[in-house]
């Protein structure tokens, strides 16, 4: 209830916030069992949005390593910088905090709408 309290104080100003409300706030509402299947509604939302084909592939269990396979699941960490630099975009408080990178595909969604895509 609080995170999507604050996405609306955050966003409601924004241009497409009215436009993708109804889509975000289901999950603030329903109920799921495991955070795996919340995710993955979450990301299927997202790529629907945002109009992008992809299908998700999950493995059967854990493998230390998939040879053959390019690995991507240690390059997003919390505690490690990367070299990627965000190119700016208007967001709803850029007069008074400048640009924030990295915040969030609900950031960019929110902020220019159909037209996320194209900034991907």
Request: aromatic residues 20%; contains cysteine.
């Amino acid at each position: 209830r609080l995170h999507w309290m604050s996405l609306q104080t955050c966003y409601r100003s924004s241009a497409y916030f009215e436009y993708y409300e109804d889509d975000f706030s289901m999950f603030y509402e329903k109920k799921w069992k495991y955070l795996f299947d919340y995710n993955l509604d979450l990301l299927q939302l997202v790529l629907k949005l945002l109009k992008l084909q992809a299908n998700p592939r999950f493995t059967g269990s854990y493998e230390k390593e998939y040879p053959g396979l390019t690995d991507f699941r240690e390059n997003i960490h919390p505690r490690r910088e990367t070299g990627y630099v965000a190119k700016e975009y208007f967001q709803v408080f850029n007069d008074r905090s400048g640009f924030l990178p990295n915040l969030s595909i609900v950031d960019l969604l929110f902020n220019h709408g159909p037209q996320s895509v194209n900034y991907l």
